[in-house]
């Protein structure tokens, strides 16, 4: 007498095996795609709250008959881009350092004195790929500096730009 045994076969398993690895094989590469766009679309942002500030304080500067050159890279009182910019730092900001700054982890901001006033905004890349181009030293990819805009032979406004190392973002 057979028993009616209950289960899988081996076949049906396998179909089955081999259907997950295909949807894996399709996923896990958009997965890794959308972690890099969202890393582009956060340091973007960043950048962009930035320059807004910037624009504030330059707004504010030119009310007060500011001399805007003193506040732009190699300025006497330059600015670091985030630490005097903004009042809601992102959480991977460190603040501000030195130019003997020990190596950093992936994914961090801050603000760097190479010395004098050489204020520079930098960002450690966690994904070294979203970017061609540009310098890399250690992983440190992202690098801006305030700069000055001159229209005839005056200082009329500052602007957040990628320093002299540039970069063309992927995403």
Wanted: proline share 4%; no cysteine.
């Amino acid at each position: 007498m057979m028993k009616n045994q209950k289960g899988f076969t081996l076949i049906e398993l396998v179909v089955v095996m081999v259907i997950l690895a295909l949807l894996a094989a399709v996923a896990v590469p958009k997965f890794i795609d959308l972690q890099k766009q969202a890393e582009a679309a956060s340091v973007k942002n960043v950048l962009g709250s930035v320059r807004s500030a910037l624009s504030l304080r330059v707004a504010q500067a030119l009310a007060n008959g500011e001399d805007l050159a003193t506040l732009a890279f190699n300025g006497t009182a330059a600015l670091n881009p985030m630490e005097d910019l903004l009042s809601n730092k992102p959480e991977s900001y460190i603040g501000v350092v030195n130019a003997n700054q020990p190596a950093t982890p992936n994914g961090i901001w801050y603000d760097r004195a190479q010395g004098g006033n050489d204020h520079w905004l930098m960002y450690k890349l966690k994904n070294q790929d979203i970017i061609t181009g540009g310098w890399n030293n250690a992983g440190i990819n992202i690098i801006h500096r305030i700069e000055t805009i001159v229209e005839g032979g005056r200082v009329v406004g500052l602007e957040l730009t990628p320093s002299t190392y540039t970069y063309t973002w992927n995403y």
